[in-house]
């Protein structure tokens, strides 16, 4: 049974920084694309950062270029969202969703972690 765990989020001013963790099992992270989308109240789901594959290759959305890194350990199945510089307009619940190589369906989420940044 495939399951995903995020952690870290919470409440942060602006400016400050977090890092949301995704630990993986019943898969390896390493021949799946892991991403992390973000839902705002009121708001669609969105977008956030994926990382492809073993050789790592990544993709953020202009709203988190330059603030945002995503990477994954590989032995510990583990995908790490680090957000710096945070503002009020990233408050949402962060879930992490994973899909085969081959697929353009995310398959597997996660629960989601509340990430709050106060002004």
């Known amino acids: 049974q495939v399951q995903l765990v995020e952690s870290g989020g919470g409440l942060v001013q602006a400016g400050g920084s977090l890092r949301l963790s995704c630990a993986a099992s019943g898969l390896t992270f390493s021949t799946y694309i892991v991403a992390w989308f973000r839902q705002a109240p009121g708001k669609d789901r969105e977008f956030v950062a994926a990382?492809?594959?073993?050789?790592?290759?990544?993709t953020y959305a202009d709203s988190v270029k330059g603030r945002f890194t995503i990477s994954r350990d590989n032995v510990k199945n583990t995908v790490f969202l680090q957000m710096n510089s945070l503002k009020p307009e990233d408050t949402a619940v962060y879930y992490c969703?994973?899909?085969?190589?081959?697929?353009?369906?995310?398959?597997?989420w996660g629960q989601g972690t509340q990430v709050t940044v106060s002004s």
């Open positions: 990382i492809f594959g073993s050789g790592g290759s990544t």
């Open positions: 969703a994973t899909r085969p190589l081959w697929s353009s369906v995310y398959k597997y």
